[in-house]
Every structure is written in C-alpha cells, then in structure tokens.
C-alpha cells in the first residue's frame, strides 16, 4: 500500500536523528501501535475476552465510592443480614 502524506518537519527530523527514512519510522511507529493493540486485546479466553483476574480487578475498582442513596453496599448488606 502506497500513502502520500504531508510529514511535520518533527518527525523527519526523528527519522533523520535515528538514521532512517520517514517512510521506515512511520513504518516502525505503525508497527508498535498495532502490536500493543494486539497485546491489550489478547486473552487466552479469545479475542476480546478478560481473564478471571482482570475482570475481578476491573469489578473491584468499579465499585469503589458505589452507594444506592448515600448507602453503601456494605452497609446495604449489613442491613439486609438483620431480617
């Protein structure tokens, strides 16, 4: 695939500091965005899935400062183990 694009004079600078042509490090620039996408996409469970650990951790830190009108859930639990 062939693009043609206007490079800010940052980047071809970068490319000249690391000794490659703009065309490479937009290349290598490409390449590590799609590899880190495809680390934070990869799950033994399948594309898309979390493990048991991530998804426990996400719960935990979703429900932190969670209250049902100013209750908290502990303290809904708490009430609900009286009756």
Do not use: C, N, W
Not at 19 to 29: D, H, I, N, W
Not at 32 to 53: H, K, N, W
């Amino acid at each position: 695939m062939t693009i043609t694009v206007s490079v800010p004079d940052e980047l071809a600078a970068e490319a000249f500091a690391r000794g490659l042509s703009v065309e490479a490090l937009v290349e290598q620039l490409a390449q590590r965005a799609v590899g880190r996408e495809v680390e934070r996409s990869y799950s033994p469970l399948g594309p898309g899935r979390l493990t048991p650990e991530k998804a426990a951790d996400e719960i935990r830190e979703l429900r932190k400062g969670v209250t049902l009108a100013g209750l908290h859930v502990k303290d809904l639990i708490s009430e609900g183990r009286k009756y």
